[in-house]
């Protein structure tokens, strides 16, 4: 079955411990995001990645860092978190991230940062 | 299930009826819009999409149009089933090529039975 898997689904922790969200897809996708979800703000982008090793800036990239060392997989890692990252987290994914691609989206992973 | 928003606009409509799904974007330049379907406890769903060299586009039950000169989208789900029940989200790109989706704050779809 062609998706988007992120783990963990729901994590608590406290502020300064890093921590990695992993994503993977199973598409042989191109194109690789990372959103974050709030209330009132929908969803905003963090980084992207167009192919293997290479990334860019979304919106709102300051606290965060990715990487993609191989296709299906692109960690969203958070050095040091603090409580304003608390928030509903995406991955999705597309063939090429060219418009007319579907992007497909995995479950979400809820972060709360005490 | 997951908290998408607790602030949304919010539409009810009696199951059978059609719901239409507004939403506004601010850059002209936009030329490529897309509408998701997001349910409690899950990711986005691709529904639709259109460019913006159209003003009306028709899936299964859904039809999105575009009116450039105002700068207005919408959804229209015909035969409203509960299953619909959502938040449905707008999605605009500036530019073919570029990646990156801008996502409006969503609305929330209640079907009545």
């Known amino acids: 079955e062609a998706q988007v898997t992120q783990n963990p689904r729901y994590l608590i922790t406290v502020t300064g411990k890093k921590l990695t969200v992993t994503c993977s897809q199973n598409m042989n996708h191109e194109y690789m995001s990372w959103y974050r979800q709030d209330p009132g703000l929908g969803l905003r982008q963090i980084y992207y990645?167009?192919?293997?090793?290479?990334?860019d800036k979304g919106d709102v990239p300051e606290g965060y860092k990715v990487s993609r060392k191989e296709k299906r997989n692109f960690p969203l890692i958070l050095e040091s978190p603090s409580p304003n990252q608390t928030s509903l987290y995406f991955c999705?994914?597309?063939?090429?991230?060219?418009?007319?691609?579907?992007?497909?989206f995995g479950p979400g992973t809820r972060l709360t940062v005490l | 299930g997951e908290s998408v928003g607790l602030h949304l606009p919010t539409l009810s409509v009696q199951e059978g009826d059609n719901s239409i799904i507004n939403c506004a974007y601010s850059?002209?330049?936009?030329?490529?819009f897309i509408w998701y379907k997001q349910e409690s406890g899950k990711g986005p769903q691709f529904i639709i999409d259109?460019?913006?060299?159209?003003d009306k586009r028709q899936g299964q039950r859904v039809t999105v149009l575009l009116n450039k000169t105002v700068k207005h989208l919408s959804l229209q789900i015909a035969a409203t089933q509960p299953g619909d029940s959502a938040v449905y989200f707008c999605a605009e790109i500036v530019n073919f090529g570029n990646e990156k989706l801008t996502f409006g704050t969503g609305t929330r779809l209640t079907i009545i039975p």
């Open positions: 259109i460019r913006s060299n159209m």
């Open positions: 990645s167009m192919n293997v090793e290479v990334t």
């Open positions: 850059n002209s330049a936009s030329d490529y």
């Open positions: 999705a994914s597309s063939l090429q991230g060219r418009a007319g691609d579907t992007q497909y």
